[in-house]
């Protein structure tokens, strides 16, 4: 009995013993598991990290018509970063322009000539190759892709991206198939296809695609290059703004800006900007009026002389209509008008005027202009327009010798003037 109760003692004194060690045991098991598990996925990481460097140094170019997402593109600057959407590979438009074959050019202007193009998909672009000459070149693409990557509005043509590789910078828009609005009011065959009703649409389309730069987008717009050439027209001869090389963008509360660089079209220039270098939603106002009035007359503002009065160019003549009560001698000869569509007319007339009045203050804002061309009250009466003096205007920047030749998709007439 005593040694039953000894062995059980010595069990009893034992154990603590015997369970430390086996806890030391497995706790030695435990941190070599740990080691092993971290060294293991030390090793992982650095073979993944291998792997992914070497995909990446062994990708290639997006093959021809794919397009690739651009975050930071090597050529911007940093605060330029979020400016492209879509990067195009320089030789899959190579292609869809067949190399940019004189077949597909569609126009030319001051800063390159612009294309027709097809996609291995189907889908038609058409792009502007920008002049490896022109001294605006560089400033104007990234000034017009920063702002066409912003915009949408169905008055707007939609840049669908671009393609830098060395010195070759391009822009790729949506096609316009009808090209651009002088095409038409301007060519004695085509300006039939533009009846009066679609004639008054494209203006009010026009003057909404304005009030969208002008209060509704984020940055404030001034297009500063307003001109029929830079409207174009879509499958259902609805009017896009276009070419957006040369506008500026207003912050804030600012209501104008002015420079010592003078550029845009004669003809579409307001006084204040070609002679001062002032420029300001107004300014895109006045270029309105202008169309507005080449819309109604099928004549061009430069190369124009009034039957009366040579020297005064369609501005001063259709002053000189409205002050007579004669406005309809105004309207194109070519197309029959009814009564209904007359008052709509003398509307745009009236508007036209109010547009292209000499003070900038004077004319009305897109708001305005949208409401009275859709009926609201025209309670103002116009005052002499632009560059007008009364007897004729004699200044470089009235009447032009000659008449302006051909159309264009994104025609752009660039002339520079010092500001005085």
């Given amino acids: 009995m005593a040694n039953r109760y000894r062995l059980e003692e010595l ?55 794919s397009v690739k997402k651009v975050i930071r593109p090597k050529h911007m600057k940093e605060k330029d970063d979020d400016i492209l959407q879509t990067l195009f590979d320089f030789s899959s438009i190579d292609v869809a322009t067949n190399h940019f074959s004189e077949k597909n050019k569609l126009g030319e202007g001051g800063f390159g000539v612009v294309y027709k193009g097809i996609l291995p998909d189907g889908q038609e672009i058409a792009v502007k190759r920008l002049s490896k000459t022109s001294r605006q070149g560089n400033e104007e693409f990234k000034n017009e892709v920063k702002l066409m990557a912003t915009l949408q509005h169905r008055n707007l043509v939609k840049l669908l991206g671009c393609s830098i590789q060395q010195d070759e910078k391009l822009l790729i828009y949506e096609f316009m198939p009808n090209r651009s609005l002088d095409c038409f009011i301007f060519d004695t065959m085509r300006r039939k296809l533009l009846n009066w009703t679609k004639r008054l649409e494209i203006i009010d389309g026009i003057a909404r695609g304005l009030l969208y730069l002008h209060q509704d987008s984020t940055l404030r717009i001034i297009h500063r290059d307003l001109k029929t050439s830079n409207i174009l027209l879509d499958n259902n001869m609805n009017p ?27 003809g579409y220039m307001p006084p204040e900007y070609a002679v001062h270098g002032s ?18 007359s099928g004549r061009k503002n430069r190369g124009f002389h009034d039957p009366h009065n040579h020297l005064l160019n369609l501005l001063g003549h259709a002053w000189r209509l409205w002050i007579e009560e004669k406005p309809l001698e105004l309207i194109d000869d070519i197309l029959d008008d009814s009564p209904t569509i007359s008052s709509k007319i003398v509307r745009c007339i009236h508007v036209g005027l109010l547009c292209v009045q000499q003070n900038p203050e004077d004319r009305p804002n897109m708001l305005s202009v949208v409401l009275m061309l859709n009926g609201g009250k025209l309670v103002l009466k116009p005052n002499q327009p632009g560059f007008y003096t009364g007897k004729a ?14 159309c264009s998709v994104n025609e752009i007439s660039i002339s520079l003037i010092q500001a005085r």
Avoid at 29 to 48: C, E, N
């Fill in 393 to 406: 205007n004699t200044t470089e920047f009235g009447s032009a010798s000659k008449q302006d030749e051909g």
């Fill in 279 to 296: 420029f300001s939603t107004k300014s895109n106002v006045f270029g309105y009026g202008v169309i507005v009035l080449e819309i109604i």
């Fill in 11 to 65: 069990i009893i004194n034992q154990l603590p013993i015997e369970v430390s060690k086996t806890s030391r045991k497995l706790n030695r098991k435990k941190l070599a598991g740990i080691l092993a598990g971290l060294i293991t996925f030390v090793i992982a990481l650095i073979i993944l990290l291998l792997a992914t460097s070497t995909i990446r140094r062994r990708i290639k170019l997006p093959k021809p018509g």
């Fill in 240 to 266: 896009k703004i276009s070419d957006f090389g040369l506008a500026r963008t207003f912050g804030g509360d600012q209501a104008e800006a002015n420079t010592n660089r003078v550029m845009g079209t004669y």
